[in-house]
């Protein structure tokens, strides 16, 4: 169970644990992660690291997400692309040791590498850590 907070001065909503007190603030003070799939379930994040997080929803401009088939799978990601957006949330007041968890679950380096984007969340631009593809000796 999550409960909503409001913010009408940079319009935006964080869901958190009704035990935890949030500010805008902690979306300038906290590190923030944009993700975009399965991350986006507020259940599979706290079974991954072990505790509910606070999450806002967040846009991603200028990528798009990419769908291609190897035999029966298909691999979703991200890619950049100006002009498109991509919906997601971004999770809130991540610790290091709860990076290195989402840094497995994504695969990093094999599958993804964590980079930098900026992000909007409500009337906020932030620079996030988000999971892409590309990067490093990823590049195709």
């Known amino acids: 169970m999550f409960r909503v907070r409001f913010f009408p001065a940079h319009c935006l909503t964080i869901f958190h644990p009704p035990e935890m007190i949030v500010e805008n603030s902690d979306l300038f003070a ?61 999770l809130i007041g991540l610790t290091d040791e709860e990076l290195d968890k989402l840094d497995d679950s994504e695969q990093v380096p094999i599958h993804r590498v964590r980079h930098k984007a900026k992000v909007r969340i409500g009337d906020l631009e932030r620079v996030v850590d988000v999971y892409l593809r590309h990067g490093s000796y990823l590049e195709e």
């Open 30 to 90: 906290a590190q923030l992660v944009f993700v975009w799939d399965r991350l986006v379930d507020p259940q599979v994040v706290e079974q991954l690291l072990g505790r509910p997080v606070p999450f806002a929803p967040a846009l991603l401009p200028d990528h798009a997400r990419t769908a291609t088939r190897d035999g029966d799978d298909w691999n979703f990601e991200v890619r950049e692309e100006v002009g498109e957006v991509v919906a997601g949330v971004a």
